[in-house]
């Protein structure tokens, strides 16, 4: 069996910031990386007074943020959930809030995005880095366990339905994180920076020169490396969901780590990625997840409902669809792909 994670390359899964042409002349920037925080590596680049002070604050926020969302530690508030099925577990407001935040994705998009998926993520073995193929069976009785609809919130408590279910707020912690990070830099006075979340990118305000930031699209296939192409933006969170990400390879067969709550097994909707622009990196995160899962004709359906949401997929025909909004914002900059109509 072969196990491979995507490689960082510039920035992370999702190219962003100091692109060629992207630097500033008037300062040089600051930038500060972690390792193991949501699973990622997340890296922030800025230009501001006192970067360094602020980059503390930020990162200790990071640290807070993730004590509480991780699946993988029996004493954060999702680890305590998990070990407490069929009774209200009483948790931090943050994690209230994104249970409830990540409900009403599963709503939208009729279950595509479901944070109970745990059992299933679990039995691949995802979340402990050691994937490998479950038995058909075992699939099917955590399958059973899948079902957003008997995930259960009220003040400041959470509570599942019953013994075996669980839930991993994996697909949507990451974008949440980006935006209080965001949300910080702002309150310090901080007004051009590039936050880098390992696949979830948020671009705030312009580049210290006045320009647009340029965000490189990683090559949605396994070991290619480079960019597929670019999008100009600012203020914007750009994030991208793709099988090439996490993998493994068992009896020559590829299994990638975005799992469809229908099935239990990878996503086979058609997509190598699927990449949402908007304001907000938790919705950006919750809604590329989905739409990888859905393919493009529900993914461009689920996106046309929605004010302020752009997306970019690519498919597994090497074509590129394009929301209308991004069509003159993003450049298609690898010419083994090809743009197609949405």
């Known amino acids: 069996m072969k196990y491979r994670i995507g490689a960082l390359l510039i920035c992370g899964i999702l190219l962003a910031g100091l692109l060629p042409g992207c630097t500033s002349g008037q300062s040089e920037p600051v930038f500060r990386t972690k390792t193991d925080v949501f699973g990622t590596v997340i890296q922030i680049t800025l230009h501001a007074y006192e970067a360094e002070d602020v980059l503390d604050a930020v990162f200790e926020r990071m640290d807070k943020l993730h004590a509480l969302l991780t699946v993988n530690a029996v004493d954060s508030d ?21 249970v409830e935040t990540a409900l009403r994705y599963a709503r939208l998009s009729d279950g595509a ?5 745990a059992p299933v993520t679990t039995l691949w073995g995802f979340p402990s880095g050691m994937p490998s193929l479950p038995e058909p069976a075992a699939i099917r009785e955590a399958l059973a366990q899948v079902d957003y609809t008997r995930l259960e919130t009220r003040d400041r408590a959470v509570r599942t339905a019953s013994p075996g279910m669980a839930i991993d707020l994996g697909g949507i912690a990451k974008g949440y994180a980006c935006d209080e990070a965001a949300a910080l830099l702002r309150q310090q006075g901080v007004t051009s920076a590039i ?23 990683q090559t949605p296939v396994a070991g290619a490396g480079g960019i597929i192409g670019h999008i100009t933006c600012a203020d914007k969170a750009i994030v991208t969901s793709g099988g090439y990400e996490r993998w493994f390879e068992e ?15 990878p996503a086979d909707s058609g997509l190598l990625s699927a990449t949402i622009v908007t304001d907000s990196a938790t919705n950006a995160d919750a809604l590329s997840t989905a739409c990888f899962v859905l393919g493009v004709e529900e ?7 929605l004010d302020g949401v752009e997306a970019i997929f690519v498919t597994t025909a090497r074509e590129v669809i394009v929301t209308d909004g991004l069509q003159t914002a993003f450049t298609l900059t690898d010419e083994t792909f090809t743009r197609g109509k949405p």
């Not at 936050?195 to 320009?211: E, H, I, R, T």
């Not at 993914?299 to 409902?305: D, K, P, R, T």
């Open 78 to 98: 999702v680890g305590r959930i998990n070990q407490n099925p069929g009774r209200w577990t009483e948790v931090d407001p943050v994690t209230v809030s994104l």
């Open 195 to 217: 936050l880098d979340f390992g696949g979830n990118v948020y671009a705030l305000g312009n580049k210290p020169d006045g320009s647009l930031w340029k965000v490189g699209l």
């Open 113 to 117: 995005f479901d944070c109970t998926i």
């Open 251 to 265: 009896n020559g067969v590829t299994y990638h780590h975005i799992l469809d709550p229908a099935t239990g097994y």
């Open 299 to 305: 993914g461009l359906a689920l996106i046309a409902g």
